[in-house]
């Protein structure tokens, strides 16, 4: 699930000595649903380049991302101990930020056809003038 730096525009979650945890990250989300911590790390841990990684570190990355709005709260899920975990999953805002990632905006640019470009020109104007 790790990988290199893509080839799209680099997005602030996935900058800094985060970046590749973070990516890891909401990629294990993407791809198994919603998940408590202690899942997730579970699964960083086997993805290669992250065996050493920590539960504090995760812990800290998915509540930071939580608050940047990439992950979102939606359970409880009862452990084997008896406890309640928070279930989280991955936002939309997330899975654009993954797919910007991996895109090329060259290619995407000159793939646009007229109608859906001046939908894309109008909705970055409109944020431009926020």
Do not use: C, W
């Amino acid at each position: 699930m790790a990988r290199k730096k893509g080839k799209g525009t680099e997005l602030s979650v996935f900058k800094g000595r985060e970046a590749k945890l973070n990516r890891t990250i909401l990629q294990t989300f993407a791809h198994l649903g919603s998940q408590t911590i202690y899942d997730v790390h579970k699964r960083v841990v086997e993805t290669k380049g992250f065996k050493r990684t920590r539960y504090a570190n995760v812990n800290i990355r998915v509540r930071t991302l939580e608050e940047t709005g990439y992950l979102r709260k939606t359970g409880l899920k009862k452990t084997k101990a008896g406890l309640e975990a928070v279930l989280f999953e991955i936002t939309t805002r997330a899975y654009i930020a993954l797919l910007l990632n991996t895109l090329n905006i060259d290619g995407l640019i000159g793939e646009l056809d007229e109608p859906t470009a001046l939908t894309l020109l109008s909705s970055l104007l409109s944020r431009e003038q926020k």
